[in-house]
């Protein structure tokens, strides 16, 4: 990882895309292997369900904007109604965390990360 500047975007800093995408599918063996959510994961097509994430953290940390998919709360009312709560958000903000640690990106951004992955806790609780 090169050194960061203040006037480079949280996607820049991370490392870009090939960051990204391999945060993505790290996260996503992850979420896989955790009995307490991959039950949400079941019947979904996984390869574009990573396309769309990856898609989705370009476009929340400051890179280019392809994302077409559902807002957050449509995109998960569906899992809500399976019961998705906040144990299961944590569940995932846990993986989120400690697939960016796995992959040495810094404290701060890793913070900056969950920041933007906490504001989106009530569209996807449906709340």
Avoid at 67 to 74: L, S
Avoid at 75 to 94: I, N, P, Q, T, W
């Amino acid at each position: 990882m090169s050194e960061a500047t203040p006037n480079q975007s949280l996607f820049e800093q991370i490392g870009g895309e090939a960051a990204v995408n391999t945060a993505v599918d790290i996260f996503y063996r992850k979420v896989l292997a955790d009995h307490r959510i991959n039950r949400f994961f079941d019947n979904v097509d996984m390869e574009q369900q990573a396309a769309k994430q990856k898609a989705f953290l370009t476009m929340a940390f400051g890179g280019p904007n392809s994302y077409t998919g559902a807002d957050m709360r449509n995109a998960h009312a569906r899992l809500v109604k399976m019961g998705l709560d906040d144990s299961h958000f944590d569940a995932v903000m846990e993986h989120l965390g400690g697939t960016l640690k796995e992959l040495n990106v810094p404290d701060n951004l890793i913070e900056q990360v969950a920041a933007i992955a906490e504001s989106t806790r009530n569209d996807v609780l449906g709340r």
